[in-house]
């Protein structure tokens, strides 16, 4: 049997009111998701456990059937993962942000968007600096670098710098354990800066800390062989992590321009080698954090008319499958930000017996509702019979 996972981030949402009382997923056509719903069966997953944030980081391991509360260990060290960083047992590392500050005020959490050559020299200023201290900056894209500390034992607090725009910095610095070492660095850090020369850049900004994850591989807990393909950096450090392997895909951006067929395509050439694939699209979420509900319409239709069919007729010509399609959290489009209500999800293929619902969104009528929502990995890959 073949198991497709197409994660389609960010696309529930709620009712808006500009487009009559109905959510995007309701609004938009979807004649292939809706086949899928029709001929398959139709619920929701509680992605985010009680306590936790609704991050992508959190919600895709969830969905791959990792359970959070056990695996979760930060941010920054699923990205070092995909980076090829090698964290030890007694290192931590931390998204090191490039960002515009004015004064003490975050003026903007990306530095306006700096350029990749601007992010990798202030990365090379920075390892100047730091040589031989156990500090090491790595280079990501733009705005988005890591720090990593070798042998430390911190116990922080940090705050990702999109959530203080605007405010002070200073009530928002790093606490707990380590974080006058921290804070330390980022002062020295920022003198780099004091002659221009990086764009808008005039300061760095740590957050997401984390050690290095302990998750047992894909194939432990389940028993398949497993592909991601994902062009962000996160998904692709988790399936690193799981196992699994990374798949890229030519034109793949991670936004609402990518490339949907090459995403599809590959995915599918990906069940050469794999029994699983998880294959994640980011542009409706992208869609969701820009707050235009007609990208977010058109994000969902991309994936529908530009995806959908070329993977329904691949995963056929495999005989035995099943394809399950499911966001990680909604990214609500007037809210611009994720929420963690449980997600819609619908599963279709074989040993699956068609329920009444013939569309997919957020209100369909439930035939599953997985509480603890990792469970859906057992769910979708064990049940023999699914609706029986
Ligand atoms: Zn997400």
């Given at each position: 049997?073949?198991?497709?996972?197409?994660?389609?981030?960010?696309?529930?949402?709620?009712?808006?009111?500009?487009?009559?009382?109905?959510?995007?997923?309701?609004?938009?056509?979807?004649?292939?998701?809706?086949?899928?719903?029709?001929?398959?069966?139709?619920?929701?997953?509680?992605?985010?456990?009680?306590?936790?944030?609704?991050?992508?980081?959190?919600?895709?391991?969830?969905?791959?059937?990792?359970?959070?509360?056990?695996?979760?260990?930060?941010?920054?060290?699923?990205?070092?993962?995909?980076?090829?960083?090698?964290?030890?047992?007694?290192?931590?590392?931390?998204?090191?942000?490039?960002?515009?500050?004015?004064?003490?005020?975050?003026?903007?959490?990306?530095?306006?968007?700096?350029?990749?050559?601007?992010?990798?020299?202030?990365?090379?200023?920075?390892?100047?600096?730091?040589?031989?201290?156990?500090?090491?900056?790595?280079?990501?894209?733009?705005?988005?670098?890591?720090?990593?500390?070798?042998?430390?034992?911190?116990?922080?607090?940090?705050?990702?710098?999109?959530?203080?725009?605007?405010?002070?910095?200073?009530?928002?610095?790093?606490?707990?354990?380590?974080?006058?070492?921290?804070?330390?660095?980022?002062?020295?850090?920022?003198?780099?800066?004091?002659?221009?020369?990086?764009?808008?850049?005039?300061?760095?900004?740590?957050?997401?800390?984390?050690?290095?994850?302990?998750?047992?591989?894909?194939?432990?807990?389940?028993?398949?062989?497993?592909?991601?393909?994902?062009?962000?950096?996160?998904?692709?450090?988790?399936?690193?992590?799981?196992?699994?392997?990374?798949?890229?895909?030519?034109?793949?951006?991670?936004?609402?321009?990518?490339?949907?067929?090459?995403?599809?395509?590959?995915?599918?050439?990906?069940?050469?080698?794999?029994?699983?694939?998880?294959?994640?699209?980011?542009?409706?979420?992208?869609?969701?954090?820009?707050?235009?509900?007609?990208?977010?319409?058109?994000?969902?239709?991309?994936?529908?008319?530009?995806?959908?069919?070329?993977?329904?007729?691949?995963?056929?010509?495999?005989?035995?499958?099943?394809?399950?399609?499911?966001?990680?959290?909604?990214?609500?489009?007037?809210?611009?930000?994720?929420?963690?209500?449980?997600?819609p999800a619908i599963i279709y293929g074989t040993g699956v017996n068609p329920d009444e619902n013939t569309k997919y969104d957020e209100f369909m009528t439930p035939s599953f509702f997985i509480e603890e929502g990792y469970k859906i990995a057992d769910f979708f890959l064990k049940s023999?019979?699914?609706?029986?």
């Open positions: 049997m073949k198991y497709l996972v197409l994660l389609t981030d960010g696309m529930s949402d709620l009712k808006i009111e500009k487009l009559g009382g109905k959510t995007i997923m309701q609004y938009a056509n979807t004649p292939n998701m809706d086949y899928i719903a029709k001929n398959g069966v139709g619920g929701f997953i509680k992605t985010t456990p009680d306590g936790y944030y609704p991050g992508s980081d959190i919600c895709n391991l969830t969905m791959m059937g990792f359970d959070p509360t056990k695996y979760y260990s930060g941010r920054s060290p699923l990205e070092a993962g995909s980076s090829g960083i090698d964290l030890g047992p007694n290192d931590m590392s931390f998204r090191c942000n490039l960002v515009t500050l004015d004064g003490d005020i975050m003026e903007d959490n990306s530095a306006h968007h700096v350029t990749n050559e601007t992010g990798a020299k202030s990365v090379d200023a920075l390892n100047e600096i730091f040589a031989g201290e156990g500090v090491e900056f790595h280079k990501g894209l733009g705005f988005r670098n890591l720090m990593v500390m070798r042998d430390v034992d911190f116990d922080l607090t940090t705050t990702a710098p999109h959530d203080i725009m605007g405010q002070s910095i200073k009530e928002h610095l790093p606490t707990g354990k380590g974080a006058e070492r921290l804070i330390d660095i980022m002062q020295r850090s920022n003198k780099i800066f004091a002659d221009g020369g990086y764009e808008r850049a005039n300061g760095v900004w740590f957050w997401g800390e984390g050690t290095r994850p302990s998750m047992p591989l894909f194939k432990d807990l389940y028993g398949l062989t497993s592909s991601v393909v994902a062009a962000v950096d996160l998904i692709r450090g988790i399936g690193k992590f799981a196992g699994m392997e990374i798949i890229d895909v030519p034109g793949a951006t991670g936004f609402i321009d990518t490339n949907f067929e090459g995403n599809a395509e590959y995915a599918l050439k990906a069940f050469e080698t794999s029994d699983y694939v998880f294959l994640h699209v980011e542009a409706a979420d992208e869609a969701g954090h820009m707050g235009v509900i007609e990208e977010k319409i058109k994000a969902v239709e991309n994936i529908d008319s530009r995806m959908c069919p070329i993977l329904l007729e691949g995963m056929k010509k495999f005989g035995d499958f099943r394809i399950l399609v499911s966001p990680d959290h909604p990214t609500p489009v007037e809210l611009r930000t994720h929420v963690a209500e449980p997600v023999t019979v699914i609706n029986g």
